[in-house]
């Protein structure tokens, strides 16, 4: 059973800094990518970042600048440390990765709420 488990979320004050991890365990074989969607009440599931095998990575334009993903493959957890933090930053974040084991599959993580005071 393939598992992505989060963690590092929180309430921080505007300005402030939280790092998220989400380590994945499980037989899923090859990753193809891993990243970073947030989901604020009332709003669609939106991209925040991404990092692929190769190490490329993509940004949300809201984060650019303040966000940085990273990954440790040995380990295979995808961080992401978010600066400069904004009270529109606030909304559960979710892990995702897609891999590949003969058949694409996509698996999701439960969420880590990050709330951000003014």
């Known amino acids: 059973q393939v598992q992505l488990v989060e963690s590092g979320g929180g309430l921080v004050q505007a300005g402030g800094s939280l790092r998220l991890s989400c380590a994945a365990s499980?037989?899923?074989?090859?990753?193809?990518?891993m990243a970073w969607y947030r989901q604020a009440p009332g709003a669609q599931r939106e991209l925040v970042a991404g990092?692929?095998?190769?190490?490329?990575?993509n940004y949300a334009d809201s984060v650019k600048g303040r966000f940085i993903i990273s990954r440790d493959n040995a380990l295979n957890t995808v961080y992401l440390q978010m600066n400069s933090l904004k009270p529109e930053d606030t909304a559960v974040y979710y892990c995702?990765?897609?891999?590949?084991?003969?058949?694409?599959?996509?698996?999701w993580g439960q969420g880590t709420q990050v709330t951000v005071s003014s």
């Open positions: 499980g037989s899923f074989g090859g990753i193809i990518s």
């Open positions: 995702k990765m897609l891999a590949d084991s003969g058949v694409q599959r996509q698996y």
């Open positions: 990092i692929f095998s190769g190490g490329g990575t």
